[in-house]
């Protein structure tokens, strides 16, 4: 069986992924927020 390291492993794709789902998950956020507050303008 290999030895496992800890901390061997490349994980820039992983890190890349990561920061790219935040980011969306940050933009959607802000979009929903935007849009409630236009709703509630011109809603009434």
Do not use: R
């Amino acid at each position: 069986m290999a030895k496992h390291e800890h901390g061997s492993m490349d994980i820039s794709s992983q890190k890349k992924t990561f920061s790219g789902f935040n980011k969306a998950v940050a933009w959607s956020i802000v979009f929903i927020i935007v849009f409630l507050i236009f709703l509630a303008i011109v809603g009434g």
